[in-house]
Nanobody, 123 residues
Framework: QVQLVESGGGLVQAGGSLRLSCAASGRNISRYAMGWFRQAPGKQREFVAG????????YYTGPVKGRFTTSRDTTKNTVYLQMNSLKAEDTAVYYCAAAYRVYDAPRAVYDYWGQGTQVTVSS
């Protein structure tokens, strides 16, 4: 069983930056694809960014490409989402998720989910 805890959310002005962290426990993330998702009020949850289980490939949804970067630190057992040039439409609850031995993070069925962290971008 994998437990995931997101942190780093908060209020930021448009154009600003924020870094989210996803701390994992119970299992080492080195054998898991890790994904970031977000859900805005009244909208469906969407894939934002992800990294393959071996850490070699990252994936991004079109609206965040060039602005967001995901990375991992297996020593700390933590995944990060660096968000730059934030826009009001980035406002959402952001979730971290893990899928065992999956390469294609956007298509993965994730086994474990965190509780989410709120990101609010003011115009």
């Amino acid at each position: 069983q994998v437990q995931l805890v997101e942190s780093g959310g908060g209020l930021v002005q448009a154009g600003g930056s924020l870094r989210l962290s996803c701390a994992a426990s119970g299992r080492n993330i080195s054998r898991y694809a890790m994904g970031w998702f977000r859900q805005a009020p009244g909208k469906q949850r969407e894939f934002v960014a992800g990294i393959s289980w071996d850490g070699r490939t990252t994936y991004y949804t079109g609206p965040v490409k060039g602005r967001f970067t995901t990375s991992r630190d297996t020593t700390k057992n933590t995944v990060y989402l660096q968000m730059n040039s934030l826009k009001a439409e980035d406002t959402a609850v952001y979730y971290c998720a893990a899928a065992y031995r999956v390469y294609d993070a956007p298509r993965a069925v994730y086994d474990y989910w965190g509780q989410g962290t709120q990101v609010t971008v003011s115009s």
